[in-house]
């Protein structure tokens, strides 16, 4: 069983950049798929990326992939999620999550069984 903390969020005006990280503990990290999950107030969660545990591949929804790339380092137990040319609409609470035996797509947000406890993200115009 893997335990996740994320960190790195707060308060950015628009145009903005913000680094996530996500630090594991208590299990083999790189057996495991890392996916960012977000959700704003008032809808429901909403995947944005994910990756291999082996960090070769990744998955970015098509419509941030361009301002978001995940990535991570299995030396120091932990992904990250940089974020650039941040939008008001970006604000939300951002969750990381981690699979190790993935039964549906890891582009969906079911597909991950442990949870961190999130970091707000707040993106002013």
């Known amino acids: 069983q893997v335990q996740l903390a994320e960190s790195g969020g707060g308060s950015v005006q628009a145009g903005g950049s913000l680094r996530l990280s996500c630090a594991a503990s208590g299990s083999t990290f790189s057996n495991y798929y890392v996916g960012w999950i977000r959700q704003a107030p008032g809808k429901e969660r909403e995947f944005v990326a994910a990756i291999s545990g082996n960090g070769r591949n990744t998955y970015t929804v098509s419509s941030m992939n361009d301002r978001f790339s995940i990535s991570r380092d299995n030396t120091k137990n932990t992904a990250y999620l940089q974020m650039r040319g941040l939008k008001p609409e970006d604000t939300a609470v951002y969750y990381c999550?981690?699979?190790?035996?993935?039964?549906?797509?890891?582009?969906?947000?079911?597909?991950?069984?442990?949870w961190g406890r999130g970091t707000q993200v707040t993106v002013s115009s």
């Open positions: 999550a981690a699979t190790a035996t993935p039964t549906r797509s890891v582009m969906t947000t079911d597909a991950y069984d442990y």
